[in-house]
């Protein structure tokens, strides 16, 4: 079977990047998740056409690997394919190359459908998974989890309250701002003399417009680690661990 691999050009722009011209995670992983929307339109398998049959895609997991981040104006290539799927899961691969062809950055994503009727994961549906031409397996991926070390020491807590703008059409919280809630329990001066290197993010519970978020952040010993944990009451709805490098 054919590698089924889509690609497309884009320019970095001043509103996706930080006071250090640097893509932030929560927008590098927009521009990321747009090829794959793109590919799914250029197939057919609109947002729409799911929405119709009361169906939508979730995301279950993210791994992330930045060798660097894109730049303020610079010109990157976005690739992704549909690398396989079983019963349940679709395993999504995802890599940005910079203007010389160097990948710079990879992602590894975990897709599920979602039933809209019944708030609940979805057989795949042959039509939704064919045309995408990835390949069936019966294994499920053993990806690692990315829970917080109990040797790790809390260095912030913060709430957040959903807002309107932040659900997005499957009517809960868009995955990307998990993203900000997470690296804004930084501090200033962690994030201007270190770069994320690695980030493993799963996602547990939908989170709703007017809901109150609790962001948690710890540090590992080193120092180059952190854990993150997001929880709307009582309930987890997303933990992550990054790794980070010293500029």
């Known amino acids: ?7 497309e050009s884009h320019k970095i722009l001043f509103y996706e990047t930080d006071r250090t011209k640097k893509t932030t995670i ?5 521009i990321l998740m747009l090829a794959s929307q793109d590919q799914s339109i250029q197939l057919g398998l ?19 690997k930045v060798e660097r981040l894109p730049i303020f104006g610079e010109n990157i290539k976005i690739c992704t394919k549909a690398d396989s799927y079983n019963r349940y899961f679709c395993y999504r691969d995802f890599w940005i190359e910079d203007e010389e062809g160097k990948i710079i950055v990879k992602m590894h994503s975990i897709f599920v459908l979602m039933d809209h009727k019944k708030r609940k994961i979805a057989r795949l549906l042959p039509e ?35 807002r309107f703008m932040d659900i997005d059409s499957n009517q809960h919280v868009n995955n990307v701002h998990y993203f ?24 547990k519970r939908e989170v709703h417009y007017g809901e109150m978020v609790n962001s948690e952040t710890r540090m590992a010993e080193n120092q180059l680690v952190t854990y993150h944990l997001i929880k709307a009451g009582e309930e987890e709805s997303c933990y992550a661990c990054c790794t980070w490098r010293s500029k």
């Open 1 to 7: 079977m054919k590698e089924n691999i889509f690609s």
């Open 26 to 30: 929560g927008m590098l992983v927009n």
């Open 46 to 64: 609109t947002e729409e056409k799911l929405n119709e049959r009361g169906y939508g895609w979730v995301i279950t997991q993210h791994v992330l």
């Open 128 to 162: 939704f998974i064919e045309p995408y031409e990835s390949e069936y397996t019966n294994k499920i991926e053993r990806v690692a989890d990315p829970k917080g070390d109990p040797k790790s020491r809390l260095v912030s807590e913060k709430n957040y309250r959903v």
């Open 180 to 203: 900000d809630w997470m690296i804004d329990g930084l501090t200033e001066e962690f994030l201007l003399t270190h770069t994320l290197a690695e980030m493993n993010i799963k996602y």
